[in-house]
């Protein structure tokens, strides 16, 4: 099962629906945590959201209890979530990218995608991670060709992954590939 | 056969009446055998309401009114401050006993009755607006919204002939989901564009609209598609609420049914070009009409993105209840069936008191001046009947 932990976000029903082709899904709202469904999840997924993320220190402590645990995926908001408890710092970007479709490229450290893979995906962001950004097992595996923002990470090692864009969204080509990959390939 | 002189005769008769927009022409409600006033406290139990589906289902088998903003805040527990306010009814439903079919073109000779009064007053002079759009603008680079909709409203003191003011506004500004109401110590007249929720059976469809051109000669259809594709404002605003819409059927639909059937088309109005999609799903057994309502309303396009947080930031910056504006108009058969548009493009006429509210939206790259005279240009098609 798939527990959706949703920040108040006006796309997290298109998310839930994505993610139900591929496996039995629930939601709650972060207020509303229901903790033996939380224990039950094989995947946890964060939700987008308004805000950034030291507005919301329980999916913080949700992360920190799970992380190695279950397999973990952050979109937008979720992916800042996850980073910034990485130790990652999440700025304000000059350029706004909400409702924007941009082309993103892969790079040789992703582990689902062969390297120089090309995806137009839709976004919906004012933060970003700040680089340099290193923490043990992380990778950024995907940015936007043109402003080289960071798209995607992938840690491997505890199953853990993020998206800035949204797979979800109508803007973005193959979205229900990108998240085939995540959740059914790399149960093999 | 009805006679051309049968909209002055109902108007005469002093009787409460609804008039709606159907795609041949409208249709006329009247005859209401009840009228319920809606408050938090009895909304819940009207929208459970159950129906019994009889085989002689007639066609006003229907509660036809509106819901106001305020209560459909309530629906979805998202609180109010404490606003200006004029004590408007939450939300009024009427059962109609009676139906008349009118064509397109209405046709009444007003009585001399009007004592209108051209002047309006403004809520939020330029000044205001500009500090309350950069303060947005703040909120927007900080993530806490994506895009948010400023409201102005425009009011003045008249006495005025509701049904003139809507045949004369039917006549410039056709639009899908037009409708009035005329009771007995108010009225409203409006000419909404957009419909929110269409449901046949165990399919809902919402047709959003961002973007909206004025007709000039010099602008067909094409070039109208063209305009919207290159303007980047319009096509983010666009896109951000189509993936909403996408979202909010989603909480009541079949996982896999909600589709994009028309992504970004131009439909062409009597005035006016519209950049409009169109989305569709198939309901979840077992959904209510409340269940449909609270994930639907109030409408994304009017609001802004993420509903629930720029709602908060709207109503903590409104000093005045909004009223029937961005509420929704419409009807529940008795069969289940509904049709509810977004109100905008409307007058509100309560006590003599005419109110006109707009808005438009601040995405990250908007003008403040243009928003400003943005909200003047869709306030003046309703302002120019008070001549």
Do not use: W
Not at chain 1, 93 to 106: R, V
Not at chain 2, 20 to 41: A, E, Q, R, V, W
Not at chain 2, 382 to 387: A, R, T, V
Request: hydrophobic letters at 35%; proline letters at 3%; glycine letters at 4%.
């Amino acid at each position: 099962m798939i527990y959706v932990i949703d920040h108040k976000d006006s796309f997290t029903q298109n998310i839930v629906h994505q993610f139900s082709l591929f496996d039995k899904v629930e939601c709650d709202d972060l207020r509303q945590i229901d903790k033996s469904k939380l224990k039950k999840a094989s995947t946890i997924v964060f939700s987008p959201g308004p805000g950034s993320p030291k507005d919301y220190p329980d999916s913080s402590k949700i992360y920190n209890r799970f992380k190695g645990k279950k397999k973990i995926i952050g979109i937008c908001l979720g992916f800042q979530q996850i980073l910034y408890c990485e130790g990652a710092n999440i700025v304000e970007q000059k350029k706004i990218y909400h409702g924007f479709q941009s082309e993103i490229i892969t790079n040789k450290f992703s582990n689902l995608f062969a390297n120089g893979s090309k995806f137009k995906v839709g976004r919906y962001h004012s933060l970003k991670l700040k680089e340099p950004f290193y923490a043990k097992n992380f990778n950024v595996t995907m940015r936007c060709v043109k402003s080289k923002v960071a798209m995607s990470f992938e840690n491997n090692k505890d199953k853990i992954y993020g998206f800035q864009f949204h797979p979800e969204s109508f803007l973005t080509i193959n979205g229900n590939l990108l998240i085939k990959k995540n959740l059914i390939d790399l149960k093999i | 056969m009805i006679k051309n002189n049968f909209l002055n005769k109902i108007n005469n008769s002093k009787q409460s009446y609804i008039i709606y927009k159907t795609t041949k022409g409208f249709n006329l409600y009247t005859d209401f055998s009840s009228k319920i006033i809606l408050n938090n406290k009895n909304i819940d139990k009207f929208l459970s309401k159950k129906f019994k589906s009889n085989k002689n289902y007639k066609n006003t088998d229907l509660f036809i009114g509106f819901f106001g903003y305020e209560i459909l805040n309530n629906l979805i527990k998202v609180k109010l401050p404490k606003q200006k306010n004029i004590n408007f009814p939450k939300g009024i439903f009427y059962k109609p006993e009676k139906k008349i079919t009118l064509k397109e073109d209405l046709i009444y000779y007003p009585n001399k009755s009007n004592k209108v009064n051209k002047n309006f007053k403004i809520n939020i002079n330029k000044k205001s607006y500009i500090k309350i759009f950069n303060r947005f603008i703040k909120k927007i680079r900080a993530g806490e919204t994506y895009q948010i909709k400023i409201c102005t409203k425009y009011k003045n003191k008249s006495k005025i002939d509701p049904l003139d003011f809507f045949c004369r506004l039917s006549k410039t500004n056709l639009a899908p989901e037009a409708f009035m109401i005329k009771d007995k110590n108010f009225s409203i007249i409006s000419c909404s564009p957009e419909n929110l929720i269409t449901k046949k059976g165990s399919y809902i469809s919402t047709k959003p609209i961002a973007g909206t051109l004025r007709k000039t000669k010099k602008i067909n259809k094409k070039k109208a598609l063209k305009f919207f594709k290159n303007n980047i404002k319009e096509t983010k605003e666009h896109n951000m609420i189509v993936d909403m819409e996408r979202s909010d059927l989603s909480k009541v639909c079949k996982p896999g049914s909600v589709k994009l059937i028309k992504e970004k088309t131009v439909e062409e109005y009597k005035d006016l070009y519209h950049y409009v999609s169109l989305i569709r799903g198939k309901l979840k057994k077992n959904v209510k009409n409340i269940d449909i309502i609270k994930a639907m309303m109030p409408g994304g396009s009017v609001i802004g993105c993420p509903k629930i947080s720029t709602l908060n930031l709207l109503n903590n910056q409104e000093k005045e209840n909004r009223n029937i504006y961005t509420g929704s108009f419409g009807f529940i058969k008795f069969n289940g069936n509904m049709r509810f548009n977004i109100i905008i493009r409307s007058i509100l006429n309560y006590k003599n008191i005419s109110e006109i509210s707009v808005a438009s939206g601040v995405v990250v790259d908007s003008n403040s001046n243009h928003e400003f005279n943005e909200n003047f240009i869709k306030a003046k098609a309703l302002i120019d009947l008070y001549k």
